[in-house]
């Protein structure tokens, strides 16, 4: 009796128990990794890409700060594809240089280094957040540029 109650719940609508739950792991196994995979996130060259602001400049051995409104110029920083930038001052080009980013201090900080120097350095300190792009002089005077992404 036993088994005839087991026999008809296991063929009762389209096959056997063990079919349809294979079926069912099946499915979830083509649409739960779907379901729960996070946005891949973008790499540090894909948000440097486009074209950026100059906001202010500080540092030097007085520790001064200029802005576009204290020095009367503009300048912007476009990143092209993964290894290239141009700069601009008062609208008009006036670089253009290739790029790397490169880890150093055991991966604790990033820094650029460029075919040619821009600003007098070959590297500067990296440090990029969705809207803020900080370049920082190794040496010297230790400037600091800070770039804004450009609407």
């Known amino acids: 009796m036993r088994s005839e109650r087991l026999s008809s719940f296991t063929s009762t609508r389209g096959g056997s128990l063990s079919n349809n739950v294979w079926k069912i792991l099946g499915i979830l196994a083509l649409v739960g990794p779907?379901?729960?995979?996070?946005?891949?996130?973008?790499?540090?060259?894909?948000?440097?890409?486009?074209?950026?602001?100059?906001?202010?400049?500080?540092?030097?051995?007085t520790g001064g700060t200029g802005t576009p409104a204290s020095t009367g110029e503009t300048m912007s920083l476009r990143f092209l594809g993964t290894d290239s930038v141009e700069v601009s001052r008062n609208g008009a080009l006036q670089s253009a240089t290739t790029y790397q980013l490169r880890s150093s201090d055991g991966g604790a900080t990033t820094v650029i280094e460029y075919?040619?120097?821009?600003?007098?350095?070959?590297?500067?300190?990296?440090?990029?957040?969705?809207?803020?792009?900080?370049?920082?002089?190794?040496?010297c005077d230790g400037y600091a540029y800070r770039f804004e992404r450009a609407s």
């Not at 075919?115 to 040496?139: H, K, R, Y």
Request: proline fraction near 2%.
């Open 34 to 61: 779907m379901a729960c995979t996070d946005a891949i996130a973008p790499t540090t060259q894909e948000l440097l890409e486009g074209n950026w602001t100059w906001v202010e400049s500080s540092g030097g051995i």
């Open 115 to 139: 075919a040619q120097g821009i600003f007098g350095f070959d590297t500067q300190d990296f440090n990029l957040t969705m809207d803020v792009l900080l370049l920082i002089d190794g040496c």
